[in-house]
């Protein structure tokens, strides 16, 4: 009689913590906080993507202007420069979105290839044959729907870090994303007081 007790006890704790951590699950948010940060990553991912693509785009640029505007020295050196940097920072971005300084750095690094870029492009004005040259027409519509692409990758992560931050604040789901997952904010991109500069090959 006594072990049928037993056995009847460690079903019923077996059934309460079953039931117990089913309830949890469903209820903590665990599940949708693990989608969340998922969607945050795919979201980071995709903005990575697309400065790449920047990068290559204006690396195939440099060459021709260099075919044509051999007295840019200098603009073309900082771009060049710029670049580098920011190819850099692409490869190590990946663990940006963990920590803010990071993320702060590799903001700041990519918006100063965009400046670097911006100043280049008025170089363009002073050399028609350079604005009639096929390859480079081609690369400035490139860029310029990569420029696109970039803006709106990056107000897709805002998007989704808004969500996920706000979500991860919220009872019970920030305890759950406290003292269990022990996760943090995110950091986003963040607009500087001055106008940030604008890519446009158009007259």
Partial sequence: MTKLIMTCVFAVVVFAIISSTVWFIRNSGYNEIQGQDENVKAQW???????KRRNDLI?????????????????????????YRSAQANKTGKDAINNPEDFK?????????????????????QYPNLKADQH??????????TENSIAEARNNYIASVN?????????????????????????????????APVIDFKD
């Fill in 105 to 125: 750095k590799f903001q700041k690094t990519q918006d100063n290839l965009t400046s670097a870029l911006s100043r280049l492009l008025l170089v363009y004005e």
């Fill in 163 to 195: 969500t996920y931050n706000k979500y991860i604040r919220y009872l019970p789901t920030s305890i759950t994303a406290k003292y269990i997952l022990g996760l943090k904010l995110r950091p986003t991109f963040e607009y500087d007081n001055d106008k």
């Fill in 45 to 51: 991912a995709e903005v990575q993507n697309q400065y």
């Fill in 136 to 145: 480079f027409v081609k690369l400035q519509d490139q860029i310029e729907t």
């Fill in 59 to 83: 690396g195939n640029l440099v060459s021709v202007v260099k075919g044509y505007a051999t007295h840019e020295k200098t603009t073309l050196e900082n771009v060049i420069s710029a670049r």
